[in-house]
């Protein structure tokens, strides 16, 4: 039987151009790839929750046909990995996540640095598009200046989703103790010129989850993040931690 594996996207790009590159040299892999539930419509909905996305991730799932599977998940993505991972782990075979946008844990709120999203978010839309992603990196990572001509269509929906999907992490919790219920193996990377939030992360999550592995990507950054950077590295990496996790099942 192929492995089912469920990839996230992020906030910003959508599922098919963030990980297209990637699921092309994935092997012996079925693949479900999901934007998050957030752009379903035109509009976010009213109520966005994290719950929204769960149950989203859930009919997903349900669609394709897989009861267990392996779940990857950047930013946005992989924090409703995460939050499935606490409240319904039993069907994840494995769990990898890339600097995911938060943890949920009171901790990691305490240093996450939301004032400066509030005031990024405040922005009119270009300058807050780009204030954002500003947070996400170190400070000495030179971004790229903005690309001429019309931005693509989905862009339109970024800026609302955003500032919802922002409410919807900050309005969640989860207990480490969720995490430390978990038992299947996790896998979380992060670049080493990204922001230091996720370096205190990785530190904070190695001690809630039993089975927890990391790695640290020189030159790489939330922007530009190994599965993009170097899907012919990354692929097979991913294949071994997914082979281990079905053997340790």
């Not at 990691?108 to 400066?116: K, L, N, Q, R, T």
Request: glycine fraction near 8%; include cysteine.
């Amino acid at each position: 039987m192929r492995c089912p594996v469920i990839f996230l996207p992020g906030i910003i790009a959508p599922a098919a151009i963030r990980y297209g590159p990637l699921v092309e040299r994935l092997t012996d892999v079925e693949v479900l790839v999901r934007d998050l539930a957030v752009y379903d419509d035109d509009e976010p909905p009213g109520n966005l929750s994290i719950k929204t996305e769960l149950d989203a991730l859930d009919r997903a799932a349900d669609g394709g046909g897989f009861t267990r599977f392996h779940l990857f998940g950047h930013s946005g993505g992989g924090a409703v990995g995460l939050a499935y991972a606490a409240a319904r782990g039993d069907r994840l075979q494995s769990l990898s996540v890339d600097e995911p946008a938060t943890d949920f844990t009171a901790e990691g709120d305490a240093s996450y640095g939301w004032p400066e999203f509030d005031a990024a978010l405040q922005l009119p839309p270009a300058e807050s598009m780009a204030a954002f992603m500003r947070l996400q990196v170190a400070a000495d990572v030179t971004l790229p200046p903005p690309t001429g001509g019309d931005p693509p269509p989905w862009m339109a929906k970024r800026p609302a989703g955003i500032r919802a999907f922002a409410g919807a992490l900050r309005r969640h919790r989860v207990e480490p103790a969720e995490y430390e219920r978990f038992a299947s193996p996790v896998y979380f990377t992060r670049g080493a010129r990204t922001h230091p939030r996720w370096e205190t992360m990785e530190a904070r999550l190695a001690r809630f989850f039993p089975d927890f592995t990391s790695e640290v990507f020189e030159g790489l950054h939330h922007l530009n993040p190994a599965h993009q950077a170097d899907p012919d590295g990354f692929a097979p990496t991913l294949m071994a931690f997914w082979e281990r996790a079905e053997a340790d099942s």
